[in-house]
Structures are given as structure tokens and as C-alpha cells.
């Protein structure tokens, strides 16, 4: 089984802070996702990646950044957290185009709140 | 945007009952798929139908697929409460990269609860 994990299930971070999210994947995927998970808005993209040091603006990307130095790690970075990057985060993994399926595998999500 | 609509954004049905949620979406896609997401939890993969296909099945899952009216449904046949989750559609277009996979969009999702 695919196995995605986050470091974090719950975090607390002060406003300026520089927080780091990690994620893992465990099945040699190409793709890393990041997204965001709010109230009444879905999931929305934030970073994601097709290979080792690439990496591509989702949907919103202020306020972040991402490193992918390693096929199988993910990190999204908030360089001066701000209240309104509290928020559910999820990462997820999915194989090149190569394959058949490009169904993601999600992580348990980091429950963030800047304070 | 891209994004499209969920409905309904709320369903409470009964244990044993079909629960049937929609989907609508603005521009072409590569197929759609179905994810399931248990209280404050990762999502999970539930099912895909590609868009030269009209009807999947898996267990007690139904989609269905209408690009002409750019609209997917998912039926879940005879209710559990363990169904309890939200569900959420997402619509695949477009490319990343030549080599890479294609990026998803995902609706707001509909909120399913079944009674005992």
C-alpha cells in the first residue's frame, strides 16, 4: 500500500514564524501535491512537483515555498506565518503520466493555526 | 474558474438508503474521480471513469459520467453509517509537464451523514 505521511498532525505556530510541513511518500511517485483545506472552499493547490528540484505554482501560491531535494520528500515552507495560513494542510502523491491511473494518495493532513 | 459545483452541499439519509451526489464542472476534462474524506482525515481514492467512458462501478458505488452536460454523479447503494464522510469530486485536465501526470481540481464536496 501506498503510504503518505506528514509530520505533524496538529501545529501551533506564532504570526512570523517560519514554519516547515513535511511529507513523505513511500511508493517512488513523481508528483507531489500540496493543497490547502478550508471551509467552503475545497481543497485548493498550492506547490506541486513532477520530479526531484522542479517544482511549479499551484492555485495559491503567496506566502509559500517548497523544496523537493529528495524524490520521496515534500516540504512546504510558510516563511513568516500569518494568521490566515491557518488551515488544514494536505500533500499528496501520484505517479508520472506514464501510468495508467493518476489517482493521488493523500497524507492525514497538518491542522495548522497561527496565532 | 475551474472549479465546478457540488450538490447537494449537505444529505442525511437513513441506513439502508441510496445517497446520490453531483457534480458540475465548467471546461473539458481527462476524466473525473471520487474521493472520500473521513472526519478531520487525508482523502482517499474512491473511483475514476475517464471521459470516454459513462458508467463505473465498484462495490456499492455508482458514477456516472455526461460530458455533454459536463456532470458526474456518485451513487452509493444501501447506506452504512460507517459511509459517514465527505465526498469530494475532482476534475483532471490539462498537463503538468509533457512527463508528469495531470493536476486535479477539486469541488467544495457534499457532506453525507447516515442514521442508524
Known amino acids: 500500500d501506498v503510504k503518505v505521511t506528514q509530520s505533524s498532525r496538529y501545529l501551533v505556530k506564532r504570526t512570523g514564524e517560519k514554519v516547515f510541513l513535511e511529507c513523505v511518500q513511500d511508493?517512488?511517485?513523481?508528483?507531489m501535491f500540496w493543497y490547502r483545506q478550508d471551509p467552503g472552499l475545497g481543497l485548493r493547490l498550492i506547490y506541486f512537483?513532477?520530479?526531484?528540484?522542479?517544482?511549479e505554482k499551484g492555485d495559491i501560491p503567496e506566502g509559500y515555498s517548497v523544496s523537493r531535494e529528495k524524490k520521496e520528500r515534500f516540504s512546504l515552507i510558510l516563511e513568516s506565518a500569518s494568521t490566515n495560513q491557518t488551515s488544514m494542510y494536505l500533500c499528496?502523491?501520484?505517479?508520472?503520466?506514464?501510468?495508467?491511473?493518476?489517482?493521488?494518495?493523500f497524507g492525514p493532513g497538518t491542522r495548522l493555526t497561527v496565532t | 474558474s475551474q472549479q465546478g459545483e457540488e450538490d447537494p452541499q449537505a444529505l442525511s439519509i437513513q441506513e439502508g438508503e441510496n445517497a446520490t451526489m453531483n457534480c458540475s464542472y465548467k471546461?473539458?476534462?481527462?476524466?473525473l474521480q471520487w474521493y472520500r474524506q473521513n472526519s478531520g482525515r487525508g482523502l482517499v481514492h474512491l473511483i475514476l471513469?475517464?471521459?470516454?467512458?459513462r458508467e463505473k462501478h465498484s462495490g456499492r458505488l455508482r458514477v456516472t459520467l455526461d460530458t455533454s452536460k459536463k456532470s458526474s454523479s456518485l451513487l452509493i447503494t444501501a447506506s452504512r453509517a460507517a459511509d459517514t464522510a465527505s465526498y469530494f469530486c475532482?476534475?483532471?485536465?490539462?498537463?503538468?509537464?509533457?512527463?508528469?501526470?495531470?493536476?486535479?481540481?477539486f469541488g467544495e464536496g457534499t457532506q453525507l451523514t447516515v442514521n442508524p
Open positions: 499528496a502523491s501520484s505517479l508520472s503520466a506514464s501510468a495508467s491511473s493518476y489517482e493521488q494518495y
Open positions: 475532482a476534475r483532471e485536465h490539462g498537463h503538468l509537464s509533457e512527463t508528469s501526470g495531470s493536476r486535479l481540481t
Open positions: 511508493m517512488d511517485h513523481e508528483n
Open positions: 512537483s513532477y520530479d526531484v528540484k522542479m517544482k
Open positions: 471513469i475517464r471521459s470516454n467512458e
Open positions: 471546461t473539458s476534462i481527462n476524466n
